[in-house]
């Protein structure tokens, strides 16, 4: 399939994994881009500059296939040194870069120079417009059902797909829900040239997380997942547990007055518990509806293959024999 995300990034499949916290490690993005997609290590997993150089290195070890890194902007006090890290991307031959958050547009300029391919995540039409007016090449616009931080317009994609067809002029992939060839098929007749899968590749033999996650995947429903924080206006999709019921009696409890303070415990530095340890009660992690779709752990390889071969099919017969 060609496309232009596959011609942006120079990949053979229009398939992408998004950064994900404690999951996008070198194992991961290898993996994926090995078989032909593209796959992110998450920036912010690494500690430090230092700490993502040796990342990026592990990848090339791993894969010879174009590769990129996810650099989450956070609504923080105490900024992470998102120079270092642009600069470990640049000196480690990274040529695609994965933003989401706020705004990468203090960073364009530092990206742009070095000849980096920028997508940037985004939940809304006006902030896609604004990732394309401030010189980004592609955007990956996620809708409400995504896991992790869905925003606060809640538009699914049904909508907000073709909203952004509408009005970009910039390729986009569909993010959020995305699972398996029908996916893929849907996005791309609403619009979208390609799709960014997060929850469907943590089930996947090469996502180096604890067999608990997985396993938690499969067996969660569609109606299993929570958004949380959203008194905070830092709303997140996680799959429920012990930990997110707390969450929930606090913000139904303590309404406007809660703080982030009020739920800390659960969700401050839980991420490498639940995904090295498998601690599944522990604390709140990011997680889709797609859960409902995902019923197996395949290798990247076959997820990927699978996903063409049944794309071709569905286009070819199914969508064909209706004409
Ligand atoms: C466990 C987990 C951690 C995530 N961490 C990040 C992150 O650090 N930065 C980011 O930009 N997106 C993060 N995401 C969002 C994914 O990159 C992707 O946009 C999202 O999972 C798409 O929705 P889906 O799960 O329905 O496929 C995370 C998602 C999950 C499931």
């Known amino acids: 399939m060609k496309t232009r ?27 994926v881009s090995n078989a032909g997609g593209l796959g992110t290590i998450t920036g912010l997993t690494q500690r430090s500059p230092a700490d993502l150089a040796n990342e990026i290195a592990r990848c ?25 890290y642009i600069k470990a991307i640049i000196e480690g031959g990274v ?19 070095a000849g980096i391919k920028v997508i940037h995540k985004c939940t809304s ?11 980004c090449d592609a955007v990956s616009v ?19 797909l073709p909203r952004a067809a509408d009005e970009l002029e910039i390729p986009f992939v569909a993010s959020g829900g995305m699972a398996d060839a029908r996916s893929l098929v849907a996005a791309m007749a609403l619009g979208a040239e390609g799709m960014n899968m997060g929850t469907r590749f943590i089930a996947t033999q090469e996502a180096p997380v604890h067999d608990n996650v997985k396993q938690a995947i499969v067996a969660a429903s569609e109606l299993d997942t929570r958004l949380v924080m959203r008194p905070l206006r830092n709303t997140e999709r996680v799959l429920n547990n012990a930990a997110v019921e707390r969450i929930i009696e606090k913000e139904q409890r303590l309404g406007k007055d809660l703080q982030f303070s009020d739920i800390i415990d659960e969700v401050a530095g839980v991420y490498p518990r639940i995904m090295q340890e498998g601690d599944m009660e ?23 293959s699978g996903i063409m071969r049944d794309a071709e099919q569905l286009i070819r017969q199914r969508l064909a024999g209706f004409l």
């Open 282 to 304: 522990v604390g709140a992690w990011s997680c889709g509806m797609v859960a409902g779709l995902i019923h197996d752990v395949p290798t990247c390889e076959q997820l990927i």
């Open 60 to 84: 090339h070890d791993m894969t010879d296939k174009p590769f990129a890194v996810n650099l989450t902007f956070l609504p923080t006090v105490s900024s992470p040194d998102y120079p270092g």
């Open 5 to 31: 995300i596959t011609e942006l990034f120079g990949i053979q499949h229009p398939i992408i994994q998004g950064g994900m916290h404690f999951v996008g490690l070198a194992e991961l993005a290898a993996a």
């Open 95 to 113: 040529k695609h870069v994965e933003t989401a958050g706020r705004s990468p547009e203090k960073y364009m300029p530092a990206l742009k120079d």
């Open 142 to 160: 996620d809708g409400f059902e995504c896991g992790g931080h869905p925003g606060e317009d809640d538009i699914p994609n049904m909508i907000l």
């Open 125 to 135: 039409v006006r902030h896609a417009l604004k990732a394309q007016s401030i010189g």
